[in-house]
């Protein structure tokens, strides 16, 4: 299971599909990116059943191809990094390098908007929700040990997994993240990818103790599921 791979804990998870963003971004007009209320970012929900990247917008061969769903059951999104209003836009990738952007056909996505980012200050071990630039939630957070930091950078919520027990490692709700651990390439039959979750050890929160994963408290990360769509941008800094 992808998301257990710097997870503190050993739960199976269960997979939901997370509903999509709530407003359908206009198709463009011109060669220019129609503007963006502030705050607000474009997700690409793949559109068939596999998506193809490209290296650039004028690339004539993929250079790799994304499965929809994804390997846990849910729905292929991508966060937008750029958008010139042209065939192709450019997406964050959830695959190692951390970071990592490719093309996609316009065509074979729909586009939504998404009002929410979210910012974990690791030093200050807290987590601020916004929504159109405005906190609507804050809270303090676990991260990553020393010896297994959180990765630091620009991300974006690739899937949801609602937990088979609510008590358990991940409490009720775990995302996992497009970023990858810097320091496991694998764990627990996984990848490395970052999780953000609840948890069974609520003493933890505040510290650095996780293998990378961001925990939250339980009622915090049931809060949290209730307003963010896949694809919500996540910036991690120091």
């Known amino acids: 299971m992808a998301l257990g791979a710097v997870a503190c804990g050993a739960d199976a998870p269960e997979k939901r599909a997370q509903p999509p963003a709530r407003v359908t971004a206009p198709a463009p007009t011109s060669t ?4 963006l209320p502030a705050g ?22 993929p250079e790799r ?9 849910g729905p292929l999104v991508l966060l937008v990094e750029a958008d010139d209003g042209g065939p192709r836009v ?4 959830p695959a190692r390098p951390n970071g990592s952007r490719g093309w996609v056909d316009r065509g074979a996505v729909q586009l939504l908007t998404n009002p929410y980012r979210i910012e974990v200050s690791v030093g200050a071990r807290r987590l601020r929700l ?4 405005k906190e609507i939630l804050a809270t303090p957070v676990a991260v990553g040990a020393p010896a297994t ?15 088979p027990n609510p008590g358990g490692a991940y409490g009720p709700f775990a995302y996992g993240l497009s970023a990858h651990s ?6 627990n039959g996984g990848s490395g990818q970052v999780g953000m979750h609840g948890t069974n050890v609520p ?12 925990r939250l408290p339980n009622d915090v990360i049931t809060k949290v599921r209730a307003y963010l769509p896949l694809g919500t941008p996540i910036d991690v800094v120091a």
């Not at 191809?65 to 059951?73: K, S, V």
């Not at 930091?149 to 937990?163: D, R, S």
């Not at 810097?182 to 764990?187: G, W």
């Open 32 to 35: 220019s990116a129609p503007v």
């Open 40 to 61: 607000t970012v474009y997700v690409a929900h793949a559109a068939g059943p596999k998506l193809d990247v490209y290296a650039s917008p004028t690339a004539t061969t």
């Open 65 to 73: 191809a994304l499965a929809n769903p994804i390997e846990t059951g």
């Open 90 to 93: 450019q997406v964050q990738l």
């Open 130 to 133: 916004l929504e159109a630039n």
């Open 149 to 163: 930091p959180t990765p630091l950078g620009h991300f974006y919520l690739t899937e949801l997994l609602i937990q």
């Open 182 to 187: 810097n320091v496991l390439t694998d764990f």
């Open 203 to 214: 003493s933890s929160i505040g510290r650095a103790v996780s293998h990378g994963c961001i």
